[in-house]
């Protein structure tokens, strides 16, 4: 069975520190992600995607970039947090586009 | 564009009544729409997906129906129990979006007296 897995689950950083945020899938392949933020009062926002190795599309201007260094690794990096960087942060993958989507259990990031 | 509603934001129901759980969207060309729960701090754990073909999907004691010509879906709880409270999140993925993106609701939030 697939799985998804996201760490760190909580993380309080400084302004103007860099971060790296991680997600894997296992028991797939090829699958497509997702990085998602959820702020509060406010829904789901997706922020970057990926259909394959390298490939990254952004959604919204913003002070975070994306990587996909292998086929089920995607990685949430910034060079430096502002503090409207805080929220909660949300790897997904489906597989094909007519299939569930599945979330990871998230990373509460909060910048201080 | 496509926006995604949910009411009530809130509800609060004794324990083992049956409920319908609401979500409407203003652009009917939907690839799918997928029903969530999220508890206080967790992920989002997907309940069931209904295709833009289907009319509905049943798991357990959870039904989603799908109207897509107007626009709405509902989920329906049969006799719920305290383990229910959660959020529940409705998306829809549009045609022509993002790969795969899906646009969600800001949820309503159930509480399930004992």
């Known amino acids: 069975s697939q799985t998804i897995h996201q760490w760190p689950a909580t993380l309080v950083q400084p302004v103007g520190s860099p971060l790296s945020l991680e997600c894997t899938v296992e028991?797939?392949?090829?699958?497509?992600l997702y990085w998602y933020r959820q702020a509060a009062g406010r829904g789901l926002q997706l922020l970057f995607y990926s259909v394959g190795i390298g490939q990254i599309s952004s959604e919204v201007p913003q002070n975070l970039s994306a990587s996909r260094p292998q086929d089920r690794q995607f990685i949430l990096s910034s060079k430096k947090l502002l503090l409207s960087d805080s929220g909660f942060y949300l790897c997904?993958?489906?597989?094909?586009?007519?299939?569930?989507?599945?979330f990871g259990q998230g990373t509460r990031l909060t910048v201080v | 564009k496509q926006e995604v509603t949910q009411i009530p934001a809130a509800l609060s129901v004794p324990e083992g009544e049956n409920l319908v759980l609401n979500c409407s969207f203003t652009d009917s060309a939907i690839y799918n729409l997928q029903w969530f729960r999220q508890d206080p701090g967790k992920g989002l754990t997907s309940l069931l997906l209904i295709q833009s073909s289907q009319r509905e999907q049943t798991s357990g004691r959870l039904n989603a129906s799908l109207d897509k010509s107007s626009g709405r879906s509902t989920l329906y709880i049969a006799a719920s129990q305290p383990g229910d409270s959660a959020t529940y999140l409705c998306?829809?993925?549009?045609?022509?979006?993002?790969?795969?993106?899906?646009?969600f609701g800001k949820g309503t939030k159930l509480s399930v007296k004992p």
């Open positions: 028991g797939t392949s090829n699958p497509n």
């Open positions: 997904a993958w489906r597989q094909l586009l007519n299939t569930e989507a599945f």
């Open positions: 998306a829809v993925m549009n045609y022509g979006g993002s790969q795969g993106n899906l646009i």
